[in-house]
């Protein structure tokens, strides 16, 4: 069963633009969310990360919103940039600090 | 910026070969981690150490896969003998606390 779920699958924005990124999760004991960015050939970045007990995180021009009622957070990032193009993966994980991804959402920002 | 260092980053073998790749997780970080990402950026969580001793493993990592985590020496995960459908991006990441540092990967491609 997939822990974790994100939506849309791919997602094309124009420059200056606000990219919502969406996910889901099932196992509610998940305390931990954070959000890398995967350029191709390379490994996934830590972008921005929020825990259960909050409900936004903000850095930048990156933004976390988390309902834990729901199990649903978004990753949305204002004034979207060619550079942000890139493949962003929401992760969950529990105590035991074994993380799960979801599959990705394949952000194409247009000049 | 993550300190994780993977070597080496592509690696192509025959099938039936050994595969072995290197991880360095960055200093002071207790656990370490192994993680198999395919072609379709699916992650497969592999295996995980804390201080050279292992927490976690899949099936598959303790059938055909050798990894350990010894004290003043990289960390290695092994493939005893490459299987086509073991070609993925191999992900070693490291952590202090809940926040997971990734390397660049080591591309494994099995002909």
Not at chain 1, 41 to 58: F, M, N, Q, Y
Not at chain 1, 66 to 94: M, V, W
Not at chain 2, 36 to 64: A, G
Request: net charge neutral; charged share 20%; proline share 5%.
């Amino acid at each position: 069963q997939q822990q974790v779920r994100q939506s849309p699958q791919s997602l094309t924005v124009w420059e200056g633009e606000t990219a919502i990124l969406n996910c889901s999760y099932e196992d509610s004991t998940f305390n931990y969310f954070p959000w890398y960015q995967q350029f191709p050939g390379e490994g996934p970045a830590l972008l921005i990360s929020i825990r259960s007990v909050s409900d936004k995180k903000e850095d930048g021009r990156f933004t976390i919103f988390f309902n834990k009622r729901e199990k649903k957070l978004s990753l949305h990032i204002t004034d979207s940039q060619p550079g942000d193009s890139a493949t962003y993966f929401c992760a969950a994980s529990d105590s035991n600090n074994r993380i799960f991804f979801g599959d990705g959402t394949q952000l194409v920002v247009k000049p | 910026n993550s300190k994780v260092i993977q070597t080496p980053r592509y690696l192509v073998k025959g099938q039936g070969q050994k595969a072995k790749m290197r991880c360095i997780p960055e200093k002071g970080h207790p656990v370490v981690f192994w993680y198999q990402q395919n072609k379709n950026n699916e992650f497969k969580f592999l295996i995980n150490f804390q201080n050279q001793e292992v927490l976690q493993q899949i099936d598959m990592t303790e059938k055909r896969f050798s990894a350990e985590c010894p004290s003043n020496s990289p960390c290695s995960l092994e493939i005893q003998s490459s299987e086509a459908g073991d070609s993925a991006l191999y992900l070693c990441a490291s952590s202090l606390d809940t926040e997971v540092f990734f390397g660049k990967g080591t591309r494994l491609t099995v002909v």
